[in-house]
């Protein structure tokens, strides 16, 4: 158990304002036997990954899909090649507004800058305005801070609200993301612990996210998605990434979610038995808004 | 058929030198009954697109998939989008150099230009160096036009041989991506014709490319997969991508290799059959390697 002195040190990739920070901020809030959570920004996934491992935070907030986009690969990829467990996850709304300094008309703006996954899911903003250039920033709220440094009319940045009040922006248009549902899920990791089996598992129904790499065999993924169907687990998610050292073959992200224990022992029990490398990569309890 | 008068224009992004204008050429070399190709260099995929719907490109090169990297998903979404047919691929191997002004020396170079998944596939080539600053630029041979225009040599670019000619720089360091077996496999789109059943079939063994939407319920996948395994048909590839309109569901890109008409008959009968949406994206002679 964590006690009521230990102080939570969540890193994130970004700037404060980030929506990762804001997705750490949910997820403390859900921790309540702890004091006010700090916070840890980073300027990579890599480095997030890092400062978990390090010991510097105990927790890392990292996105790994949007509704809209698709999966964040890269942390996939550091998933494979780190150490470290999923213990917790935030799923959130994204909504994108463009921002600029105060005063600032919409057709005074020239540049927009932002994350290029940000301008991707308002590319039909983009589109319907005709007159902005869309300028790659390394993250949402950064481009915000670069925005409010330059104080000129002619900028704006595509941001989140806890952005804008960060970096006391205007919020010139609001929710310009193409699909009015636009959420991202983030995965919380931390260190894991000696042991597997002393881990403690969440209160069921919980969430299990696994990663496979499957015998070169014809049929082989059909068997494996058999078996778990056969269990009558709901696969909820299913994703690929190449294996750079083979190439054409590709190792399996597998999302779950279990009724308890029994379920747990079974299917990795399965997962074990079907594939060739089997990773556990954390257990958690889905997440669920707050009131 | 065409006839021998007939000019291939091929469509792809980036500027003259990029690896996609190489996959176009080297695709042109295998339709041995037309003349001399025509390039048409695009900005984006998307033109890419349009251009061979506009019928001012009878053909499109676009990269699907990467071996160290995984897939381009853009690509995947557009293909999605559009009403194309692939009807090639090219799989070819990417090496990046670095490239600069003659003369230059490694330990001038300050800033590395190219496009963010050519910086990512060269990652351990900036870890190693330690002083080199990565900036994304619109695409690879576009990196190696400015760094020629730039004449400095705290400038380097990277980029493939080709890039190197075309512009006239010099190889300051070769083969530079953190795998020696890195390449790109690219699509090759046409409009598809009046109807799918009058396209001829290429001659066997050939691959098919598909995208699916399953039935929401919990193994809908494995029984789609287990029919195809059940067809002794090898799957190559299957990639997932969001269904933005419907959050946290996916459709499926499935890559197929078949050994004639019987077995596609069945095989898209499986198809049909098992999911909400079925489209066939092409049908293709799968790529060798010319002598």
């Given at each position: 158990?964590?006690?009521?002195?230990?102080?939570?040190?969540?890193?994130?990739?970004?700037?404060?304002?980030?929506?990762?920070?804001?997705?750490?901020?949910?997820?403390?809030?859900?921790?309540?036997?702890?004091?006010?959570?700090?916070?840890?920004?980073?300027?990579?996934?890599?480095?997030?990954f890092?400062?978990v491992l390090?010991?510097?935070?105990?927790?890392?907030?990292?996105?790994?899909?949007?509704?809209?986009?698709?999966?964040?690969?890269?942390?996939?990829?550091l998933l494979w090649a780190h150490h470290v467990f999923?213990?917790?996850?935030?799923?959130?709304?994204?909504?994108?507004?463009?921002?600029?300094?105060?005063?600032?008309?919409?057709?005074?703006?020239?540049?927009?800058?932002?994350?290029?996954?940000?301008?991707?899911?308002?590319?039909?903003?983009?589109?319907?305005?005709?007159?902005?250039?869309?300028?790659?920033?390394?993250?949402?709220?950064?481009?915000?801070?670069?925005?409010?440094?330059?104080?000129?009319?002619?900028?704006?940045?595509?941001?989140?609200?806890?952005?804008?009040?960060?970096?006391?922006?205007?919020?010139?248009?609001?929710?310009?993301?193409?699909?009015?549902?636009?959420?991202?899920?983030?995965?919380?990791i931390t260190r894991p612990l000696s042991?597997e089996?002393?881990?403690?598992?969440?209160?069921?129904?919980?969430?299990?996210?696994?990663?496979?790499?499957?015998?070169?065999?014809?049929?082989?993924?059909?068997?494996?998605?058999?078996?778990?169907?056969?269990?009558?687990?709901?696969?909820?998610?299913?994703?690929?990434?190449?294996?750079?050292?083979?190439?054409?073959?590709?190792?399996?992200?597998?999302?779950?979610?279990?009724?308890?224990?029994?379920?747990?022992?079974?299917?990795?029990?399965?997962?074990?038995?079907?594939?060739?490398?089997?990773r556990l990569l954390?257990?958690?309890?889905?997440?669920?808004?707050?009131?």
């Amino acid at each position: 158990m964590t006690s009521r002195t230990d102080t939570m040190r969540l890193a994130y990739q970004g700037v404060p304002g980030a929506f990762s920070h804001r997705a750490g901020y949910l997820f403390a809030k859900t921790a309540k036997d702890v004091d006010s959570p700090e916070f840890l920004p980073c300027e990579t996934f890599a480095a997030v990954f890092d400062q978990v491992l390090s010991g510097a935070a105990n927790y890392g907030v990292v996105p790994l899909e949007n509704s809209t986009i698709g999966s964040i690969v890269a942390n996939y990829d550091l998933l494979w090649a780190h150490h470290v467990f999923i213990v917790g996850e935030v799923s959130m709304p994204i909504h994108h507004h463009l921002l600029g300094i105060e005063g600032t008309a919409v057709d005074d703006v020239r540049e927009v800058f932002s994350h290029p996954a940000a301008l991707e899911q308002c590319s039909k903003f983009f589109e319907a305005a005709g007159h902005l250039r869309a300028v790659a920033h390394f993250d949402t709220s950064g481009a915000a801070q670069h925005v409010s440094e330059l104080k000129n009319p002619g900028y704006a940045a595509i941001a989140g609200e806890f952005a804008a009040s960060e970096y006391g922006l205007a919020i010139l248009k609001r929710n310009i993301e193409d699909y009015p549902y636009n959420r991202t899920r983030f995965g919380v990791i931390t260190r894991p612990l000696s042991s597997e089996s002393t881990a403690p598992y969440p209160r069921p129904p919980y969430k299990i996210s696994c990663a496979v790499e499957l015998p070169h065999k014809p049929g082989s993924l059909a068997l494996l998605l058999t078996r778990i169907a056969g269990l009558d687990i709901n696969l909820t998610k299913i994703e690929s990434r190449p294996i750079p050292e083979a190439p054409w073959h590709y190792r399996f992200f597998i999302d779950m979610e279990l009724d308890g224990q029994d379920q747990d022992d079974s299917v990795v029990k399965v997962l074990k038995d079907s594939t060739e490398t089997y990773r556990l990569l954390g257990r958690y309890t889905p997440w669920k808004d707050l009131a």
